[in-house]
């Protein structure tokens, strides 16, 4: 299937590894042409590298903290300088720290709204004029799997990517009619290194290996095994696709039947 990307602008957040970096390579893969950011310029120069020799695309990497207002600008008019527009927006950054509710203060709180909330606010408010002028553009937000269904110990997560979700379809309710879709993607349970850390420290608590806390999830997803980064990118890219003109407003998951909500 073509998907229409070939000589498409994507700029993608938080992309040295993980679902960024696995986002990434399917749009290079499909012919898009990306600037990928990550707060270490070494790293995220290196993957540029590898993903343009992989896949023959244009990538370049820039360094750039999503969670810092200057930066995001920085970013962005590093896409138009090179590029001249950003045709696909794919916002993303790390998770924020594990926990209960009270064990964060004021701080750590408005840390955590800057890495989540204000960065898909702020990229968002920078590539909408030129899409809003071309019109044509496609944002996608990677969320998570609570924002449809809490999970433990995620008291920021849960509660800041629900704020994401409704951004993003208010947004793309006022946005539709010029040819710009918004839409987000919610991971579940994927073999990331964030996933990984997780299992690693909730494995310390309880006294087991990571292996052994990974298999308890593995247990509740009805497809009894974590996902790959892989199939969480061939959606993102089908959600930034021409193909996908007609769906916008949605948050789907790619969770393996986790969530077991009806809707």
Do not use: H
Request: with cysteine.
């Amino acid at each position: 299937m073509d998907l229409g990307l070939r000589n498409k602008i994507a700029l993608v957040a938080a992309a040295s590894r993980g679902l960024g970096r696995a986002v990434a390579e399917e749009l290079a893969a499909e012919g898009a042409s990306l600037i990928i950011c990550g707060r270490n310029e070494q790293s995220i120069t290196r993957v540029a590298g590898e993903i343009a020799g992989t896949s023959g695309a244009q990538v370049i990497g820039v360094a750039a903290d999503v969670s810092q207002a200057d930066d995001v600008a920085r970013l962005v008019e590093s896409v138009i300088d090179r590029f001249g527009r950003v045709d696909i927006l794919v916002t993303n950054s790390g998770g924020p720290p594990a926990g209960p509710f009270e064990a964060f203060n004021p701080e750590q709180w408005e840390a955590a709204t800057r890495l989540l909330l204000y960065s898909s606010v702020n990229l968002a408010r920078a590539v909408l004029p030129g899409m809003k002028e071309r019109r044509w553009g496609r944002i996608l937000n990677i969320t998570s799997i609570a924002v449809k269904q809490p999970v433990d110990n995620l008291v920021l997560s849960n509660s800041l990517r629900a704020g994401v979700t409704g951004f993003a379809r208010t947004l793309a309710n006022e946005v539709a009619a010029l040819g710009i879709t918004v839409n987000n993607i919610m991971p579940g349970y994927t073999r990331t290194e964030r996933v990984e850390e997780l299992a690693r420290m909730m494995a310390e608590k309880q006294g087991i290996t990571p292996a052994d806390f990974i298999a308890r999830w593995e247990q509740e997803i009805p497809a009894r095994r974590i996902g790959e980064p892989r199939e969480f990118a061939a959606l993102a890219a089908f959600l930034v696709s021409e193909r996908a003109s007609f769906i916008t407003g949605t948050s789907i998951p790619v969770d393996g039947g986790w969530i077991k909500a009806l809707l």
